[in-house]
């Protein structure tokens, strides 16, 4: 059964061809940014969709269109509405892939559904599957969910002005939850979106990383300050790079951009192996701060021997995260710099478990001790900029009116888990910020405090 959602009237594909006028540069450019920004409305829809309906909430490509593909960065944010989809379904309802048709000589870019694992963009060339009957059992009905709407709470205003946009302009909030020693004081959604809804945590998935990172030392089966395992060989310098460096993104190892874009992975089908490990050193371990996804890439890298015994759904289970998927490229590898896509009401229990000193609320520890202390501490060389950088997670240190123990997860398009020891609060913000605009999270965090007063 196929679904067919076409991309407006003579957008066919009328940019396959560079101009003339174009150098060879250009042209290879051209073309290179329409294949990304078809694996990324291919991997978006997929993942928004398939992601939702797996527990039970519905999404559709409308919505997907509006607020996962409204606003990405430059170039793609011109090429991607005018690049026509295509949903494909199995016998059951369920969808296989997605194929978003990008250029005339080349098949389709495809994003493939694999059940519990969420979705992985293929790579460049590769046909799409045969549509996989049975491959997946049909979506189970929506979850008995507890969930209720709160009457008039000292919070409601905080909350109503993030979703007008009060704390930044331009902002487009999806979600917003505050939870005090372990209950929901309150939370608001846009239209469309609810506790249960996941999104694309986007780098929020970097402190679910240095979770299960930290779950690993807890179990002895990883050692931060042990080499990550990087470089060709023991005589390699990049051997002196730990776990550590990694976390806290001290790695001394070259990228790109700030935050380096990994575009290849995210949504050009390459693989974690073949771009994110290789980087060579342009400092020493330990001595600079550069935010970078391959970080936390190569850190998971590090103890990814122990994913066969512990995957990271065995976690989200523990945790009562059911509505988490850690997704992977094609070949496997966890692109935890990135692509989880979870709930605001999940993402406030991650935040709980950082509150209870790493122990889940039966009291089974799951962390080491020192563990929060470890990742809310700026051991390392810093970024410049109102936010300090823990191990995994940033820090409001800086921050006027706000608790100098609070820490957070960030995320791109605005994705927050805030958590504050001292006040025993997580404060969840999830949303789609455009380019160019940013929610205030300090702002927010500070008044919310104050009115839990």
Request: charged letters at 20%; a negative charge.
């Amino acid at each position: 059964m196929k679904t067919l959602i076409f991309a407006a009237a003579g957008a066919a594909l009328a940019f396959a061809s560079p101009a003339p006028a174009q150098t060879a540069q250009e042209q290879l450019d051209t073309r290179y940014d329409r294949a990304l920004a078809a694996g990324y409305k291919a991997l978006m829809l997929c993942g928004g969709i398939a992601n939702a309906e797996r527990v039970g909430e519905d999404r559709t490509p409308e919505s997907v269109v509006e607020w996962e593909l409204a606003g990405i960065q430059a170039p793609l944010d011109a090429i991607i509405g005018g690049l026509p989809q295509q949903i494909v379904r199995n016998a059951n309802g369920v969808i296989d892939h997605v194929e978003v048709q990008w250029s005339d000589d080349m098949p389709p870019r495809v994003a493939r559904y694999r059940g519990e694992a969420g979705c992985a963009v293929m790579p460049i060339g590769q046909e799409p599957p045969k549509v996989a009957g049975h491959d997946y059992p049909p979506y189970r009905d929506a979850l008995a969910r507890n969930w209720h709407e709160r009457a008039t709470t000292p919070i409601r205003a905080n909350l109503q002005a993030a979703l007008a946009g009060d704390y930044g302009a331009g902002t487009r909030t999806t979600a917003v939850i505050v939870d005090q020693r372990g209950e929901i004081v309150d939370g608001l959604f846009t239209h469309g979106f609810g506790p249960f809804m996941p999104q694309r945590t986007w780098s929020v998935a970097k402190s679910i990383a240095a979770t299960l990172v930290g779950m690993a030392v807890h179990r002895g089966e990883a050692d931060v300050n042990a080499s990550a395992g990087l470089g060709a060989d023991a005589s390699d310098p990049r051997r002196a790079i730990t776990v550590d460096h990694l976390l806290r993104m001290a790695s001394g190892r070259y990228s790109d951009t700030p935050g380096n874009r990994t575009d290849p992975l995210y949504f050009g089908g390459a693989t974690v192996d073949e771009v994110a490990l290789d980087w060579p050193l342009i400092a020493a371990p330990g001595s600079t701060y550069r935010y970078a996804n391959n970080d936390t890439l190569a850190a998971i890298a590090a103890i990814k021997p122990t994913f066969e015994a512990h995957p990271p759904a065995d976690f989200f289970a523990r945790l009562a995260m059911h509505d988490t998927v850690a997704e992977t490229d094609w070949q496997g590898n966890y692109i935890l710099s990135s692509q989880v896509w979870s709930t605001a009401h999940d993402l406030a229990r991650l935040g709980q478990l950082y509150l209870n000193d790493g122990k889940l609320r039966d009291g089974t520890r799951v962390l080491p001790e020192g563990w929060v202390k470890y990742v809310s501490t700026p051991a390392g060389p810093q970024p410049d900029g109102p936010f300090g950088y823990g191990a995994g997670f940033w820090l409001l240190n800086k921050s006027d009116g706000v608790p100098p123990d609070t820490f957070a997860a960030f995320g791109n398009r605005g994705q927050y888990v805030v958590i504050v020891p001292s006040r025993n609060v997580v404060i969840v913000r999830r949303g789609e910020d455009p380019v160019g605009a940013r929610f205030d999270i300090a702002a927010f965090t500070r008044d919310v405090l104050a009115a839990l007063e």
